[in-house]
């Protein structure tokens, strides 16, 4: 869609900021948007990595009568919609026999259940991730067809594990087993991926149109060069030509439908905090969401191995550290303390989605909101029984209130192939599924 | 284009005859024809061997020392040796290098282990070196970089050189991914729908301000002074004298125009307002190229502690923000924005060495108002008109149209521009799609519309985007074969500048002589010491050594409180300078280990403990022969990435040095690590050095922990920002003492520096392997094995100095020459002419 109205005027937005510039910079602008989507449905993950300190997440109760635990607590208002699960196994992220690899094997083992091929090279090899399964299911006429984002740097040197290549570790979204999606850190890219540059409807329109062209052109000039190279070379044209493609058939769309919906301002870069950093990027997921932008999004909370410090909560200690905590009562605190903030920040974007009307009911009546880890113990990277919450999805048939527990050896991969059925997609098997639990008699 | 085709092919032909004629036979080789050649020539088979059985010697040491575990039932560490025949290692390459590194470095046999005497362990070296060598001669194989994109750091170079255009680069393309610890790694460099349009919004952008026509609404820009950084003084050179704190940015203005630059004061983040602002009134200049251009006295009666919160905050804040900021006409290009208070004797300093006055992480109190972000915008509606002689206009438009209808003009520019952009002389067909765009713009807008329109289909260019290589014809496939002269062009600029090549080279390669090897060697040299090849001090060591990590670490500001952005930026600087001198004054590589000078301020040499540097500018410091900080080892910037936020690791810091002085890195940790002994009494949780020897107690973890630990408790007196101490916080004495495997003990950094020294052919192979990772953007395999040692052979005479490694790489196998691929429709060329549109 072409965006046709222009927001509040940039001066009101931008008194608001003060040094804290990325607070809440949207809220101000929300009276001015308009429901967009039919009750479309909507599919976010979050992904927090280096495992949790399990005795203080999962709940001792079952069944609809648990007590919610200390890590979890933080979104107690949302105990009616939130389910717990239990003992499901991440067993493609564990070693198989593979050198070194426990963190980069434990995203695409979580997302995909496939365990990740160990290479540096071009070779690189995981699944294609439950977001993208999704994402190619309800995302077919959306801008954008699904939005990846991080507050990891992924520049920082020496981060990736020898013998794997960094994408396994960075991208928590695949589109195919071997296309690792990256994801975005700069919220202006976000807000210009999902608003288009210009800030007039005739600029919009003007550089659509240029674009549009010059896309079309490239895909000539890049045809012709692809037949003219060895096969290897050939696969990283391609990869051009098909990211030129992909861009020029979204611009197609977005010409052809219009909508009056109002642009916020942009936000200016990157927020000073861990806190004001992942509200702004849960801000433009739920913008992204309410303006029916796209249906799928996730968010790499914590990378694996990120060596983030929270001084900000009293851990002044480096978390994949402090997931080492060796038994030791003062780090397993710190750990679940790690832990216990970032389901706070969960809280943050359930709020936000639910107090935003989508039909007759709220963006979180439509969206399940998947929170993990593919590890469990961190201190011994153990892929068993790992931690991860869904909330939200009631008009999807979700239920809540629940902490369910599953048998010894249930594969992670069964909730995920569950999850799959209320989107529609129908497939018999994800990874290493040997069920699908269903969500709606859990 | 027919012309230049057939020109193209018969110099690749030349080459191909110059280059590979001589081929395949090994002994025309023993009399070389260049001097590259000469030098790399390994040294002649061991005599000792019997001349019946060749090998038959070598092959009982390895039976007696290496069978017991690598057979082909245990395979350990994955190698079998029994079933290899070593009388003709080029059968098992891969098998026979790792024995070679494994042995020469005396990792194997393992401790405990019956061990071959040094004579005999050596003997068995180089024999298999020089098989290894040989067949490498015989049967070279360059191996296949895969495509290249450039990555966001050569693209910013890319348009700097293109378009003398400096860009905030980070504002428009995303990082990237690293590989094999480099990020122009070309299987990392991958392609995805949202970096096109990435790249689609960059190409739109960089072509409207290399031209100054800037259309649409003023995009703000924002900039933002680091939290902690510590606003006690002048802050840098751009500050003029009499100064504190502020910002100083370099900001390319797409126009003349006028634009709105607005200040904001730091906020104090528990709702406190504006922070530090009293009474007393406190001068805020902001100026462009050193003019001044607005003057505020911020504070007054309306700021003391009553009013500031009381009810007419809002009224009072909105007042100062106001003062705060000015419009002003500004000529389009790139001036020095400059932002900061006039230093007053009466305010109070800020001490950041005393804890009392830190209230909580990164925020300094009882000190002075500062600056938070400072915003441009323009140029504002109705004001813009086209600068006329900004430096990329005069870089890109070298003529004028005569009429309104003369394309001469609009080709020479457009020619110009597409030859240095894709690296090659532009063919005919390539010209007719640029010029197509051309028109198109030029209908729409005139002239200049219809560059930049031409300008922005350039920079989309796969042949921009990509390091795309042509193969000349009729090479069978899987042959090695040398690049052309022009690939040549863009591989050493790459390398060296990490942009595309200049006119020279551009110019050279045109005319087929580049890789002559005095042509190659005088162009080294020059590039060398043009700046641009800053870019191997910023890239290069950036990432070998891990210096960029230095910009985004965090240390606590609980336990490390007198930490601040001023200390950091000094940290970088100090390395940066350090091993530009290696580059600069062309030191042997090794100088790294134990040069005895360094480059402070006074920031830095407070830090340091070293006395009678005063000052914000950096200078060369030397160094008593004792000090802690000669040599890499000493560097604030390793020893703070190689700590944890809030205390130091003896296990990062040496697995630091096992990967990045010996080369050889620790295996990554076996799954499922049993845990220590759980202790419930914090109390009674063991002292670090306690706890690492408890650790290596575990024989799972010992082989490796034994040489990791060892080394990291040398450099224990450097707390997490590499500051020295003799205690550690907890009250216990530090101790620096270690011991290798191999017996070597020491105590403290300067005796680990004799011990590094010691091993400084070990580092010398390391530093070449990680240049040729870097120059080939691809890991290294067996195969590269006997270049890298030709690259150390042919510079060992002049003492491993820095340009003699280059030198060397850039004439080494692997660098020059490529491995023919199947070509899909076996066109000989990369097909330049598009189709008819």
């Known amino acids: ?442 | 284009m027919r012309r230049r085709l057939t020109f193209l092919i018969a110099g690749a032909y030349a080459i191909f005859v110059v280059g590979y004629g001589v081929r395949g036979k090994a002994q025309q080789l023993a009399a070389p024809s260049s001097p590259a050649l000469a030098a790399s020539q390994p040294a002649a088979p061991q005599s000792s061997a019997d001349p019946a059985s060749p090998g038959a010697a070598q092959q009982a040491v390895v039976k007696r020392y290496c069978y017991t575990c690598h057979n082909d039932k245990l395979k350990s560490g994955g190698l079998a040796l029994t079933a290899l025949d070593i009388s003709a290692p080029a059968k098992n390459i891969e098998s026979w290098e790792k024995v070679v590194r494994k042995l020469g470095t005396g990792a194997m046999p393992p401790a405990k282990m019956p061990r071959p005497d040094k004579a005999t362990a050596d003997s068995l070296v180089r024999y298999l070196e020089t098989a290894l060598d040989r067949a490498a001669l015989d049967n070279p194989n360059p191996g296949r970089p895969g495509l290249q994109r450039l990555n966001r750091t050569e693209y910013k170079n890319a348009i700097r050189d293109l378009l003398s255009l400096d860009i905030d680069v980070a504002s428009l393309l995303p990082a990237d991914t690293a590989g094999y610890g480099f990020d122009n790694n070309a299987d990392a460099l991958t392609l995805s729908p949202a970096l096109t349009e990435r790249y689609l919004n960059a190409a739109a952008k960089i072509s409207q301000v290399a031209l100054e026509r800037p259309r649409g609404m003023p995009t703000p820009e924002t900039f933002f002074e680091p939290t902690d950084r510590s606003e006690a003084g002048r802050f840098s050179d751009e500050m003029p004298f009499g100064t504190r704190g502020g910002l100083a940015i370099h900001y390319v203005f797409p126009a003349d125009g006028d634009y709105l630059i607005e200040t904001h004061p730091k906020e104090n983040g528990a709702n406190d307002g504006f922070e530090n602002f009293s009474t007393e009134i406190h001068q805020l200049d902001i100026a462009i190229d050193s003019v001044n251009i607005l003057s505020a006295g911020l504070g007054g009666p309306e700021w003391s502690g009553r009013n500031r919160l009381g009810p007419k905050r809002i009224e009072n804040e909105q007042k100062m923000l106001e003062k705060m900021k000015v419009v002003v006409h500004v000529k389009g290009g790139e001036h020095l924005v400059q932002a900061y208070f006039a230093a007053k004797t009466a305010t109070v300093p800020e001490d950041l060495f005393d804890p009392s006055v830190r209230r909580e992480p990164y925020r300094p109190v009882g000190g002075v108002p500062k600056l938070s972000w400072l915003r441009i915008t323009g140029p504002l509606s109705g004001t813009a008109s086209i600068s006329t002689d900004t430096e990329s206009r005069r870089r890109v438009l070298i003529c004028s149209p005569s009429s309104a209808t003369d394309e001469t003009c609009a080709k020479r520019i457009i020619s110009t521009l597409a030859r240095r952009a894709y690296r090659h002389p532009v063919s005919d067909g390539e010209m007719e799609v640029l010029l197509l765009r051309y028109r198109a713009g030029a209908k729409e807008g005139g002239f200049e519309s219809g560059i930049e329109m031409a300008l922005r289909k350039v920079l989309l260019s796969p042949k921009f985007l990509f390091r795309l290589e042509s193969q000349p014809p009729n090479v069978a496939a899987n042959t090695p074969y040398r690049v052309s002269d022009i690939d040549l062009a863009s591989r050493l600029s790459f390398f060296i500048w990490s942009s595309i090549p200049d006119d020279t080279l551009l110019d050279l390669a045109a005319k087929g002589t580049l890789h002559q090897p005095e042509v190659m060697r005088q162009q080294v040299t020059r590039m060398l010491a043009d700046p641009k090849s800053q870019a191997l001090v910023d890239n290069f060591a950036g990432q070998w050594l891990q210096v960029r990590n230095v910009q985004t670490h965090q240390p606590s500001p609980e336990t490390l409180f007198h930490f601040d952005d001023n200390l950091r930026k000094a940290l970088e600087e100090e390395m940066r300078l350090f091993f530009a001198s290696i580059i600069r004054e062309n030191r042997p590589i090794t100088d790294l280990l134990d040069a005895n000078y360094t480059f402070l301020n006074e920031r830095l040499a407070k830090h340091y403990g070293i006395p009678g540097v005063i000052g914000q500018d950096f200078r060369r410091v030397t160094l008593p022969e004792d000090s802690v900080r000669g040599g890499l080892l000493g560097k604030g910037a390793i020893l703070m990435s190689t700590s944890y936020p809030n205390r130091t690791s003896v296990v990062i810091r040496g697995k630091w040095i096992l990967e990045n002085v010996f080369g050889t890195p620790p295996p990554p940790p076996p799954p499922n690590v049993p845990a220590l002994a759980e202790e419930k009494d914090p109390r009674k949780v063991l002292p670090m050095r306690e706890q690492m020897a408890a650790h290596r107690a575990n024989p799972v973890c010992a082989g490796c922990h034994s040489q990791m630990d060892q080394l990291g408790f040398a450099l224990e007196n450097f707390d997490a920002i590499g500051e020295w101490r003799e205690i550690y916080p907890s009250g216990i004495r530090v101790d620096a003492s270690g011991q290798l495997p191999d017996g070597s003990k020491f105590n403290g950094p300067v005796e680990l520096r004799k011990v590094l020294r010691e091993h400084s052919d070990q580092f010398v192979t390391t530093a070449a392997e990680k240049l040729l990772t870097y120059a080939l953007g691809r890991g290294l395999e067996a195969c590269d094995t006997p270049a890298l040692r030709a690259i150390k052979r042919g510079s060992a005479g002049d003492n491993y100095r820095f340009e003699s490694l280059i030198q060397r790489i850039v004439v080494s196998v692997p660098f020059t020459e490529r491995m023919s691929v199947e070509m899909s429709n076996h066109l000989a060329q990369l097909k330049l002419e598009p189709k008819g549109r």
């Not at chain 1, 880890?373 to 009631?394: E, F, L, Q």
Request: aromatic share 8%; proline share 6%; with cysteine.
């Open chain 1, 1 to 442: 869609m072409i965006i046709t109205k222009l927001a509040l005027p940039r001066r009101t937005f931008l008194r608001g900021m003060g040094a804290a510039v990325a607070l809440p910079f949207l809220d101000a602008m929300v009276p001015a948007l308009s429901a967009e989507s039919k009750g479309a449905p909507r599919f976010a993950t979050v992904y927090i990595g280096n495992g949790a300190n399990m005795s203080q997440w999962t709940p001792s109760a079952e069944g609809a009568n648990f007590e919610l635990s200390p890590t979890l607590s933080g979104i107690k208002d949302f105990r009616d919609r939130l389910s717990v699960f239990t003992g499901l196994d991440n067993f493609p992220g564990t070693d198989q026999g593979d050198v070194g690899g426990q963190h980069p094997r434990s995203a695409p083992g979580f997302m995909s259940a496939v365990h990740a091929k160990p290479t540096e090279g071009a070779d690189l090899q995981a699944g294609t991730t439950i977001d993208q399964i999704i994402a190619s299911k309800i995302c077919t006429d959306t801008k954008l067809p699904s939005l990846e984002t991080t507050v990891d740097r992924i520049d920082v040197v020496g981060a990736c594990d020898h013998g794997y290549a960094c994408a396994y570790m960075n991208c928590m979204s695949w589109k195919t087993p071997t296309t690792p999606l990256p994801s975005e850190t700069n919220p202006r890219f976000i807000f210009e991926r999902m608003f288009g540059v210009g800030s007039t409807v005739q600029e919009r329109l003007t550089r659509a149109k240029e674009d549009r062209s010059l896309l079309d052109e490239l895909t000539e000039e890049i045809a012709d060069l692809r037949r003219s190279v060895g096969a290897r070379d050939r696969a990283k044209l391609t990869e051009y030509f098909d990211a030129v493609r992909d861009v020029e058939q979204r611009i197609v769309k977005a010409e052809s439908t219009n909508s009056d919906f109002s642009v916020p301002d942009q936000p200016v870069g990157v927020p000073g905090t861990f806190k004001e950093y992942v509200e702004l990027l849960f801000d433009l997921q739920a913008l992204a969401f309410q303006a029916d932008i796209t249906r799928v999004s996730t968010l790499m909370m914590a990378r694996e191995n990120t060596g983030r410090a929270y001084p900000e909560i009293g851990v002044p200690e480096a978390h994949h550290a402090t997931s080492h905590h060796d038994n030791n009562p003062a780090k397993l605190a710190a750990y679940a303390k790690i832990n216990a903030y970032h389901v706070q920040m969960l809280n943050y974007f359930l709020k936000k989605l639910d107090s935003i009307p989508d039909g007759n009911g709220t963006l979180l009546d439509r969206t399940a909101v998947v929170m993990g880890s593919g590890m469990s113990d961190g201190n011994v990277h153990n892929n068993y029984s790992v931690p991860v919450i869904v909330v939200g999805g009631k008009s999807l048939g979700f239920r809540g209130n629940r902490h369910v527990r599953y048998p010894k050896g249930t594969p992670l991969a069964n909730l995920m192939l569950g999850m799959t059925d209320r989107y529609g997609v129908h497939i018999d098997k994800f990874g290493n599924s040997n069920a699908a639990i269903d969500l709606t008699t859990i």
